[in-house]
């Protein structure tokens, strides 16, 4: 007997004393469109000017990169942070020969030829070593309105074609990422300043390029989340995070600030983490921005060595992509798609430029993303989520056990008979098989009907 069959019959022989997680999937229960959460942070990046890699991107369908940590440490001096696209401060920002583009204008170009829209963080990179070796780039701008008016040479340059540049459609522009990293100045490896003088930043920045670019989407603050409401007594550092929300949500309300998304991060498991998505909603309205547009731009759940490349990374990731479209983000971004070496690199296997498990993830999610209308589809094990939508080929459904035991399987799509099944577990990646009346533990389908 092969280890494959040892491993199925094991699996049935556990799950024999489960009762059948039943899957329904109701065509007439429009829910609207499949919704863009299966953003990537910054891509796969092999070298500086070459992106063999990116063609992963477009096969998946890979809606939008958000431009963050861009390349490594620093930027690797050469992408996105302003600090490298505008090298010295003092220089006057209105001369295009003070501004450096090279690098990034074949970064973006390469995304944009992999039909992947760029997310575009004005800030700078994280500094890891800051508080033990030395800090760089991460003070506050000595002048708040001279960064804004850098900001705004770099969005015309990238949507204007400003100092020999682009058309591209690039419609969301952050300001900064994570200013609340540490609750202290000196640990905080983002922003060496208050939280008070990041709101103020925010003011001054988004006010200017929203009046300057009224068609984009201005916002952030690229928080670094609400995982207090989960673990409310021992960190001061989430409770810090936490109070920080809460602060920059009534700075901004009672200083008018344009705002027209929130982004925000977590780390946390997949249970966690859809709490804390349903938190952040529901603060966001009681503040008074009832519908406000949520990007969750970096998670994934409760990363770890271990992990990497693992059929429960990847039914992990899977059960997020469904959480996410079944919740109230808008939009999100896994951190991250690098091919590297790394607790955060859970798409791309690093030695053999491949994708880990997880990717596949990603495949499964844009067959929703390709039928088009979301609809209902209940499932009634804790365990067992599901998503499902339908288009002019019939109704596709996404089925996920993220739990460590085997599930049986009932699955009803609307009346329509299964057409096509593609499975990814333990021993399986993205293979045809029939539909399975059990699901091995960490595993995920897609499943078409007609």
């Known amino acids: 007997m092969t280890v494959k069959k040892i491993i199925v019959l094991s699996a049935a022989i556990g799950a024999l004393a489960c009762s059948a997680a039943t899957v329904k999937v109701d065509p007439g ?98 500094e890891n070593y800051a508080a033990k070796i030395r800090r760089y780039r991460i003070d506050p701008p000595k002048d708040f309105a001279k960064w804004a008016r850098i900001c705004e040479h770099v969005i015309r340059h990238y949507t204007e074609g400003w100092a020999d540049g682009f058309r591209y459609k690039i419609t969301y522009w952050e300001i900064w990422n994570e200013p609340e990293n540490w609750e202290t100045a000196e640990k905080n490896e983002m922003w060496h300043g208050t939280f008070e003088e990041y709101c103020r930043l925010y003011d001054v920045a988004s006010r200017y390029l929203k009046a300057k670019f009224p068609h984009l989407k201005i916002g952030g603050f690229a928080s670094c989340g609400v995982t207090w409401i989960n673990r409310p007594v021992k960190n001061p550092r989430a409770k810090f995070q936490f109070d920080c929300f809460h602060q920059f949500l009534k700075y901004v309300k009672e200083h008018g600030c344009p705002i027209d998304y929130f982004s925000y991060h977590s780390y946390s498991g997949v249970e966690d983490l859809m709490g804390q998505t349903r938190y952040v909603r529901k603060s966001l309205d009681e503040a008074g921005f009832k519908g406000l547009e949520t990007c969750l731009n970096e998670w994934l759940p409760a990363p770890n060595h271990e992990k990497l490349g693992t059929a429960q990374q990847a039914a992990e990731v899977a059960a997020t992509l469904v959480g996410f479209q079944n919740g109230p983000v808008d ?120």
Not at 82 to 98: G, M, Q, W
């Open 331 to 450: 939009s999100a971004a896994i951190y991250d798609a690098r091919c590297g070496i790394g607790n955060y690199s859970p798409l791309f296997n690093p030695l053999t430029y491949k994708p880990h498990k997880a990717y596949w993830a990603f495949m499964a999610f844009n067959e929703l993303r390709k039928a088009g209308t979301a609809v209902a589809a209940d499932s009634d094990a804790a365990k067992v989520w599901a998503s499902a939508a339908k288009g002019e080929k019939g109704i596709v459904a996404m089925v996920v056990n993220f739990g460590n035991k085997a599930q049986p399987l009932s699955l009803d799509l609307g009346g329509r008979k299964a057409s096509s099944c593609r499975v990814t577990d333990e021993t399986r990646t993205w293979e045809e098989c029939e539909l399975p009346s059990l699901l091995p533990p960490y595993s995920f389908v897609v499943v078409s009907g007609e």
């Open 29 to 126: 229960r429009e829910i609207g469109p499949v919704k863009p959460v299966n953003g990537v942070g910054q891509p796969p990046m092999i070298g500086f000017v070459e992106y063999p890699m990116f063609h992963y991107l477009k096969e998946a369908g890979i809606p939008f990169s958000r431009l963050h940590d861009v390349g490594g440490m620093f930027g690797r001096n050469v992408f996105v942070d302003i600090p490298n696209l505008f090298r010295d401060f003092d220089a006057d920002e209105n001369d295009p020969k003070n501004y450096d583009f090279a690098f990034t204008d074949r970064l973006i170009s390469a995304l944009v030829e992999n039909d992947v829209e760029p997310f575009f963080r004005l800030g700078v990179t994280i």
